[in-house]
């Protein structure tokens, strides 16, 4: 590789015979979700019931939300519904990447949340410790690895940002040490605050703790309405109501039940691949023989990791959002994103010239202008709703429970004090503008990876403005 020349460079390509012999037997399901542990999905609702929490949801906020109001007060009647099956979207298809970080890392937590940080940092690590620790206490097992995050630079110019990431640096050559490939430069291991799990075991072990403590869930029961009647919120579904005293909504980046926040996020397209499982030889090629998970330090950057029967999941660059902002199970699959990603895999590790994807697959994540989630309250605080994860949330996610359930509660809580609680993000412009708006920016962030990661004057503009994008 030459020193001028981007690693992931879009006017090179590696053999197109080898990306097609890789993927042409790729299944295009979640891998996760083909696990023979899959549980059958609980009833639909039918008919008119009443609770006193009704979440929104079954996904990891929905669940987690659930689980803790259980926990606080086992009298209380939770009933949870979800319009298909727990863990079926971004919860039972995402990489598994467990990050302590509440504010999509620290630089972004410095521009949108600079009063909240040292607090956002304690109640993270309080986050992450009550993450392992529920786990453990309700006997999930979401195959929980908590071998740290390797970061990884594939150009020059990120070499000066990653020595001052927290963490352990390693030069070229001892990086070679923990995993080898012609385009690291250089590496940051963050030693803790990190872990892998199993997506869809992870949604499963947390449906299964809440029905041992006794929610009430309901899947196939997709709700189209949420009406304001004064005391309660009524809850249209397909087959019957449900009249709530309160309600947390964790539907994330599919359209809002509530009109105020549907701009507020914007759903985003992500694709992954799935490797064979590596030989011990394979292994022996690339020398990754730890345990953590990989990312890359550019702006449109990937993500891999390994899996229990040695795969590696390899994920990232395209983000994709679709005209209209539609939500298609087509979308799913993107055979020029599964090119691309395969091309750079190979050029990751060429010594793994001749592996096979059994997989690839895609799936919306909730995209915010600030990068990391907020809550609220709405109909006369009998609502509380979370959003905007943007592919970090799986740890976040149990904490924006915690927080819906401090703001129903009316609690002062530094929780409920942080901006991300009380303040939303600028809201993302409407159609027919959202589509070519995404594209310039998309184009924006390209040029900044290939110009040594200095942002244009799109990019510096829509900063000053308050909008932030990443891939």
């Not at 993927?23 to 609980?42: N, V």
């Not at 009704?54 to 086992?74: H, R, S, V």
């Not at 993302?428 to 594209?439: F, K």
């Amino acid at each position: 590789m030459r020193a001028d020349t981007p690693a992931y460079d879009l006017d090179i390509r590696t053999d197109e015979k080898r990306i097609r012999a890789a993927l042409a037997d790729a299944a295009h399901t979640p891998f996760w979700l083909e696990d023979p542990g899959r549980p059958t999905p609980q009833p639909s609702l039918i008919g008119n019931v009443e609770t006193d929490l009704l979440i929104i949801g079954g996904g990891y906020c929905g669940l987690w939300t659930a689980l803790q109001a259980k926990e606080a007060d086992p009298g209380r009647d939770v009933i949870l519904v979800e319009g298909s099956e727990i863990g079926w979207a971004a919860s039972g298809r995402n990489g598994g990447f467990v990050d302590d970080s509440l504010t999509h890392g620290r630089q972004n937590g410095q521009r949108y949340f600079a009063e909240d940080l040292d607090v956002l940092d304690t109640l993270a690590q309080e986050n992450f410790a009550g993450f392992r620790e529920s786990l453990t206490r309700h006997d999930i097992d979401a195959e929980w690895e908590e071998e740290g995050s390797l970061e990884v630079a594939t150009e020059r110019h990120q070499l000066a940002e990653l020595r001052e990431m927290p963490g352990r640096f390693f030069d070229r050559e001892e990086l070679a040490g923990l995993v080898r490939s012609p385009l690291y430069r250089a590496g940051v291991l963050k030693e803790s605050g990190a872990a892998l799990v199993h997506p869809a075991k992870l949604a499963w072990g947390l449906k299964a703790a809440c029905l041992r403590l006794g929610v009430r869930v309901f899947e196939h029961t997709p709700v189209t309405k949420l009406t304001d009647r004064g005391r309660t919120v009524r809850a249209t579904t397909g087959m019957g109501t449900v009249r709530a005293r309160q309600v947390v909504l964790a539907t994330n980046g599919f359209p809002s039940l509530l009109r105020r926040n549907r701009f507020l996020t914007i759903p985003i397209y992500d694709y992954v691949l799935m490797t064979e499982p590596l030989t011990p030889a394979q292994l022996d090629a690339i020398g990754w023989h730890g345990r953590f998970g990989i990312g890359d330090a550019s702006r449109q950057f990937h993500y891999y990791r390994k899996t229990a029967d040695n795969r590696i999941l390899w994920g990232g660059y395209d983000a994709i959002y679709h005209r209209g902002g539609d939500i298609r199970p087509e979308f799913d699959k993107r055979p020029e994103t599964f090119a691309r990603l395969a091309d750079h895999f190979l050029r990751t590790f060429p010594q793994l010239g001749d592996i096979k994807f059994t997989h690839a697959w895609g799936g919306m994540i909730d995209m915010s202008t600030q990068l990391a989630a907020f809550q609220g309250l709405a109909m006369g605080d009998k609502v509380a709703y979370a959003g905007g994860f943007t592919g970090l949330g799986v740890a976040a996610t149990r904490f924006a429970g915690t927080v819906m359930l401090e703001l129903l509660a009316g609690a002062d809580t530094p929780r409920t004090r942080l901006r991300m609680a009380t303040k939303r993000p600028l809201p993302i412009p409407p159609e027919p503008i959202a589509y070519p708006a995404v594209q310039v920016i998309r184009r924006a962030i390209a040029r900044a990876d290939r110009n040594g990661g200095r942002d244009g004057l799109i990019l510096k503009t829509a900063n000053l403005l308050g909008f932030s994008f990443d891939s």
